[in-house]
DNA sequence: CTTCCACCGGAAGTACCGGTAA
DNA sequence: TTACCGGTACTTCCGGTGGAAG
């Protein structure tokens, strides 16, 4: 039993090595040293929060962009330098990254931005504004500069309304010895205009933007890392221009990129390849979307896999379905179970779920006479995936 | 021009859970 | 122990709606 453990280690650790050098570079967390093709939005950045150094209040920001241009890499990477200069200048500054995507509540956001100044506060069971309490005392007590970045912001307003934002972009107003920055990082750009006016003069006394990066742009940024992540000779010029090419089409998502060359680099691995090839690439873009879907669909609660069984079976059946016939499907459905069926209008709620993970298509539309709904669909090449994700439970 | 379908989706409320504080 | 907090996962209620049919 240990025999064969030992041996694919073994055998793992030989293999180590032939392709990749130090993966981590390819990882979407990794900060380059250097961010090719975005020194006009570093230098932005930087002339903006660097009155902090002198202890003046930065102008609060607001980052657009679209996903995987960087507005993460440059936004970490400027703070992460600013707080290299800070002590011999002898500036105070702190700062809190918070993915409101992730950390996906109010009590957590604010939890976790009282903690980057070393506030040990618990997982939950204290109310909100004892946090903010908490915060603002810590800020006094320390009295320097709290640079707050809220990434994906867009995400968290729609979901929770802009209290909490409204709250900290006036912020300053309790403080006496303490200044707070904001910046603000979304995808959406209409996302501003469903802001409380005063939240979106204030949070926007700058705003900086992101272009998607073309297919060349994507090559230098693919080319630089793939240099230092890969064994020489691992990956030809010709690999890295396919897989920027690739990401390039899907609107210039440099995360994208860089998957699809890791994964790509891991399945050479797997194969005991010695370089990576294109038809690694093209596997790697497939196993990327399967994985994506797999664990999207098995990590689902029971009713939500209820209502996507019977969607499945309407798409399969006639093409697509609507609210009305998912409803009475997932009904029967869920009885065949045992389960208590849950309401219609919970159901339309769950449909509107699944859209926003990608695993359906709801649009609503009017029928005129026959009246209005949503029309569901699966597109076909992912039904067989999907039924092998529930097929487990 | 009006009707009316088949839902949409906001608002408010309930039950429960894991947690803190005193 | 008890009171309370916020988050989740729902339910109940209900006003709202675009456009084909009449």
New binding site residues.
């Given amino acids: 039993m240990s025999d064969i453990i030992d041996k694919i280690i073994e055998e793992r650790l030989k293999r180590h090595g032939r392709i990749f050098v130090n993966k981590e570079i390819l990882l979407p967390d990794y900060i380059p040293e250097t961010l090719p093709h975005r020194e006009r939005e570093i230098r932005k950045l930087v002339e903006i929060l660097v009155v902090g150094l002198k202890g003046e209040r930065p102008s609060n920001i607001l980052i657009y962009g679209l996903t995987g241009t960087g507005k993460t890499a440059v936004t970490k990477f400027v703070l992460k330098k600013l707080m290299e200069k800070a002590p011999s200048l002898g500036a105070r500054i702190k700062y809190a990254y918070v993915n409101t995507r992730k950390v ?5 956001v604010l939890a976790s931005i009282a903690r980057s100044l070393g506030l040990r506060i ?8 004892e946090i903010y309490t908490r915060y603002i005392q810590a800020l006094e007590n320390w009295g320097g500069l709290h640079i707050i970045a809220l990434d994906e912001i867009d995400y968290y307003v729609k979901r929770h309304g802009d209290d909490l934002l409204y709250k900290l972009v006036r912020i300053n107003e309790d403080l006496e010895n303490a200044k707070v920055a904001i910046i603000g990082i979304t995808n959406d750009i209409n996302f501003v205009d469903t802001l409380d006016p005063r939240v979106r003069s204030s949070l926007g006394e700058e705003e900086i933007v992101f272009s998607p990066y073309d297919a060349e742009q994507l090559f230098d940024i693919l080319w630089e890392r793939a240099q230092k992540a890969f064994v020489p000779g691992a990956v030809s010029e010709k690999i890295v221009r396919y897989c920027a090419g690739l990401a390039a089409r899907e609107h210039g998502d440099a995360r994208r990129a860089l998957d699809l060359l890791r994964v790509a680099g891991e399945i050479a691995e797997r194969q005991g390849a010695n370089k990576v090839e294109i038809k690694h690439v093209i596997q790697a873009s497939r196993e990327i979307e399967y994985g994506r879907i797999y664990q999207a669909v098995s990590t689902l ?1 029971l ?1 939500a896999k209820l209502v996507l069984n019977a969607i499945i079976y309407l798409v399969k059946t006639k093409g697509s379905g ?4 998912i409803y009475s499907k997932y009904k029967e459905i869920a009885m065949s179970y045992g389960y208590d069926p ?5 159901v ?1 709620e769950i ?2 779920e699944l859209d926003m993970l990608g695993l359906a298509t709801a649009l ?1 539309v ?9 029309i569901v669909k699966i597109p076909r090449e992912l039904l067989t995936i999907m039924e092998e994700a529930l097929g487990e439970t």
């Fill in positions: 996906d509540t109010t009590y957590r618990p997982l939950s069971g204290i109310a909100i504004s609660p009713h609507t609210t009305g016939e849950l309401t219609q209008r919970r339309s449909i509107n609503v009017n029928r005129g006479r026959y009246g209005k709904t949503k």
